[in-house]
């Protein structure tokens, strides 16, 4: 629920999207005495729905529902406010910026941070979102200690897949890459040799799932053909590696620089090309290829931090630009 009393007031930094990245920049922004606002209709990122979390340090283990309530839990103990609206918009106005919600509330902001992080592709099979955390997957790095011994399909073709394949193989005692090519879409060289090494690895070439099937989560996947005379196979876990898309619609419209992969391109201190605009986790190329929590939130940190200059050295600035009906007005 919104808090539209909040839209009275002016802020030194915007953080869009409710996951690690947004929720570490807010906790840091707030112990730097700047005042950030947190905007995002979906709690907790891909984190929330990750299951079982066993490689963020200081937990053995962990529910990532419940790490990201961890998470907010501190946002919210330095009164970080969290409006529920997805932002639909930003515009620069002067040295400010102004967020405008899907429920059509604005919000004004010195600097941005964005941390709206991707959206990842689905087969979009009845209870694929449902189980997601119970026997679905869209992250072999995160989840595949949790398949000891266990049977699993991957689905995909591209390099993701392959090395997600092979990290499985050395947990689980049978793997299924399931791909609906006639060859895989240009995995590198040392990934698909060292998959195709794997003694515990069946490959299902040009073959779809189609269907998900269990009862309170993933007991089997239904093929569109059939494998040892059944296309119903039966497994613990299936991991969905067709890629995510960088949702980038607010960094095109702020004219943020991508790279050929449309992540934001960031430097060192998560700024980008676009003074007063920082970006952090999953949406940027700031870790490379590795997409985590931890790195997601480390990049938030690091945002805020470079904020916290930024607002040192304009102090004040959107006061400068907007009256308190927040309508820009002229300066010399």
């Known amino acids: 629920m919104s ?17 690690a990245a947004g929720y570490a920049a807010a906790m840091y922004a707030a112990r730097y005495q700047i ?3 947190i905007l995002g209709a979906t709690f907790g990122g891909e984190t929330a729905t990750g299951g079982l979390i066993e490689n963020y340090p200081g937990y053995v283990g962990i529910d990532g529902f419940e790490l990201m309530m961890n998470f907010k839990a501190q946002s919210e103990n330095y009164d970080v406010p969290i409006i529920d609206e997805n932002v639909a918009s930003i515009t620069r106005k002067g040295h400010c910026f102004e967020a405008t919600t899907t429920e059509g509330n604005k919000f004004q902001a010195s600097t941005v941070i964005l941390a709206v992080g991707r959206e990842r592709r689905r087969l979009y099979l009845p209870h694929e979102e449902e189980w997601t955390g119970r026997g679905v997957s ?8 949790l398949h000891r011994n266990n049977v699993v399909a991957v689905v995909g073709g591209g390099d993701a897949a392959i090395k997600g394949a092979v990290l499985l193989s050395k947990y689980a005692k049978q793997v299924y890459v399931v791909y609906r090519g006639e060859k895989f879409w240009r995995p590198e060289a040392v990934n698909l040799t060292a998959l195709e090494a794997a003694e515990n690895v069946t490959f299902l070439m040009e073959t779809n799932v189609v269907e998900l099937k269990g009862t309170d ?5 239904v ?10 196979l039966k497994v613990d876990g299936i991991f969905i590696e067709i890629g995510a898309d960088p949702r980038k619609e607010l960094a095109v419209e702020l004219g943020v620089a991508l790279n050929d992969k449309d992540e ?8 980008t090309n676009v003074h007063g605009v920082y970006a952090a986790g999953d949406l940027t190329d700031g870790s490379g290829e590795l997409k985590q929590t931890i790195t997601a ?11 916290n200059a930024d ?7 959107c006061e400068l630009h907007y009256d308190t009906s927040k309508e820009a007005v002229k300066t010399v």
């Open 223 to 232: 093929l569109d053909k059939p494998v040892n005379g059944s296309k119903e």
């Open 311 to 317: 607002v040192a050295a304009h102090p004040n600035a």
């Open 138 to 145: 869209f992250c072999s790095t995160c989840d595949a200690p």
């Open 264 to 271: 934001v391109i960031v430097d060192k201190f998560m700024a």
């Open 35 to 37: 005042k950030p606002i």
């Open 3 to 19: 808090d539209n009393g909040k839209t009275n007031q002016t802020y030194d930094v915007i953080i869009a999207g409710q996951g």
């Open 297 to 307: 939130a480390a990049q938030g940190a690091v945002a805020a931090t470079s904020v």
């Open 217 to 221: 989560g993933l007991d089997s996947i």
